[in-house]
């Protein structure tokens, strides 16, 4: 439910407990009998991804017990084989160890129905196929469907659903409909698509995902920042120097050519998941932990993000495509090489913005993000640089070797939170070094986070939409990229590829922090 949901915080009193433990606490509810519809089973996503993250709800009886999962796809494909692929699904990708009875549990409860997405015939099966399992399995008419298909089948499933009477709550049945980015490929688009998208349901059973949001490290910067007292005081501009919030991977494309040729690091990563990790950096405390609450904070934050006119796109703003490298040992080829796209691509693998956030706490301090593909490291961080001590009293020591303290949020890998102080050099004489306080979560709750989909699904399945997009959410962020992207098609890049594979991007992001005087934290 869009309103009136309870809190969703996790509260961790002193000592340590295991994650199972703290799970167990947090997520006592469990969701109403329902059937998960999943539109695009056969592919990656639904392997990967859902199917596994499903095994892992069950394997923490956190699943409905009357609950079962019909895939949609294209092509042949009866229940067994699909049960088959999905067996192989969980063995591979379920968090082990998966306890083979939960695995044939969910195994029995998964149904196929093969067909086009455009034909009407389809969801008349369906309604037929979800009928017999609300009888066999007592599942009430609830069904959360969940489009894992390419974008441009979003609204013609949601409309095909809408006319075959599939979107329709009646009593008090629950109908939800989860939508996978990307949400448009600009404003108009994503305005277009919601607009579909509400002509047949009411926004709030529409659950936008980004599984951004479902990672454990992303949430707890709200559990870090309102659960505690001692940070509040200094988040902002009279203490923080800047922000860099930086998504660096490794791996390249994946043969998703024909996807990302369309979409680039902006549309991939930056309106989105990375629009996210700023809102939760940069909101004001939200007056609950509502779902609605918490998501005109986070809306807020994008609305004040200052807009960039197309001088501005120039100076504040650097892309990169990677070229040819060598990553541990191996070389990969450039972007140009990859399949399915073109041999003279302007599609960015790199993005560098310099944004501000236009309100009383941020003014003046510029958050930096980046993003990149074949970057020498996997790593996504949130680092709060505070400004220096305003004087020094060690006289030996240098003010530039004084480090100024810098909070680490690690999103990933090592997962974890590190603040970094200047702490005297044991001897004699008064020398300072740089020490690191940390937490780390794998020590601490002795499990490394889930992907996130576990925690987005139990959390469509209880109606909880807190840490969904919402609509005006989805647009503001489109706001501030467009512009961007107009620009850059405005003017194509004349250096592609400008980093090689393994380095850490181009140049011009490197000048785009160092002309204000910081570098980016590129760690080994
Ligand atoms: C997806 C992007 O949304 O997020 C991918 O489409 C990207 O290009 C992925 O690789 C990164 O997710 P994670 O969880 O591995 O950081």
Not at 187 to 214: K, N, P
Not at 266 to 273: C, G, I, P, S
Request: aromatic share 10%; glycine share 8%.
């Amino acid at each position: 439910m869009a309103t009136g949901q309870p809190a969703r915080v996790l509260s961790i009193s002193a000592g340590r407990e295991t994650t199972h433990e703290v799970e167990r606490r947090r997520l006592e509810r469990i969701g109403d009998p329902c059937v998960m519809v999943i539109f695009g089973a056969a592919g990656d996503l639904t392997k990967r991804k859902l199917l596994p993250a499903l095994g892992n709800l069950a394997n923490d009886r956190l699943l409905p017990k009357r609950f079962a999962v019909v895939g949609v796809a294209r092509g042949r494909m009866s229940h067994s084989e699909f049960r088959d692929r999905m067996r192989d699904s969980l063995q591979e990708f379920a968090a082990p160890p998966l306890d083979p009875e939960v695995a044939d549990w969910l195994l029995a409860r998964l149904y196929l129905t093969p067909g086009n997405f455009e034909d009407p015939g389809l969801y008349r099966r369906l309604q037929a196929t979800l009928a017999q399992i609300d009888q066999d399995y007592g599942t009430d008419g609830n069904y959360l469907y969940y489009l894992a298909t390419p974008p441009s089948y979003f609204a013609e499933i949601a409309l095909q659903l809408g006319a075959a009477g599939l979107l329709t709550e009646e009593d008090a049945r629950w109908r939800r409909v989860v939508v996978e980015k990307p949400f448009g490929h600009d404003l108009e688009s994503a305005r277009a698509l919601s607009r579909q998208l509400t002509s047949v349901a009411d926004e709030r059973q529409i659950f936008r995902i980004d599984h951004y949001l479902g990672k454990e490290t992303v949430q707890n910067i709200m559990a870090f920042r309102f659960g505690n007292g001692i940070f509040e005081p200094i988040w902002n501009r009279r203490y923080v120097d800047h922000v860099q919030i930086t998504v660096a991977e490794t791996m390249g494309i994946e043969g998703r050519g024909g996807y990302y040729e369309e979409a680039g690091a902006l549309r991939d990563m930056v309106q989105n998941h990375m629009f996210q990790l700023l809102a939760l950096t940069a909101m004001e405390p939200p007056i609950s932990f509502e779902a609605n609450a918490v998501r005109d904070e986070r809306v807020k934050v994008l609305h004040a993000i200052a807009p960039l006119s197309p001088e501005d796109v120039l100076t504040e703003t650097v892309r990169g495509q990677y070229g040819a490298g060598t990553v541990e040992g191996t070389e990969v080829g450039a972007y140009r090489s990859e399949p399915r796209v073109a041999p003279d691509s302007h599609t960015e693998t790199y993005a560098a913005l310099r944004l501000f956030v236009g309100n009383w706490r941020w003014a003046d301090v510029p958050f930096y993000l980046r993003t990149g593909k074949r970057l020498p490291r996997r790593l996504s961080e949130i680092a709060i640089q505070f400004k220096r001590a305003p004087f020094t009293l060690f006289r030996e020591t240098p003010m530039e070797q004084l480090q100024p303290n810098l909070l680490l949020l690690r999103i990933q890998p090592d997962e974890g939170i590190s603040l970094r102080f200047e702490a005297k050099v044991p001897g004699p004489s008064v020398r300072l070094g740089t020490v690191r306080m940390d937490f780390n979560y794998t020590d601490y709750f002795g499990v490394t986070p889930s992907t996130g989909y576990e925690t987005l699904l139990y959390d469509a399945i209880l109606g909880d939409s807190t840490l969904f997009h919402r609509a005006d959410m989805v647009e503001a962020g489109w706001k501030v990229v467009v512009p961007v992207l107009d620009v850059w098609r405005a003017l194509p890049p004349r250096q592609f590829p400008n980093y090689a594979s393994n380095t850490w991007g181009p140049k011009e992001a490197d000048d785009l922090i160092e002309r204000d005087g910081r570098r980016w934290r590129n760690p080994k």
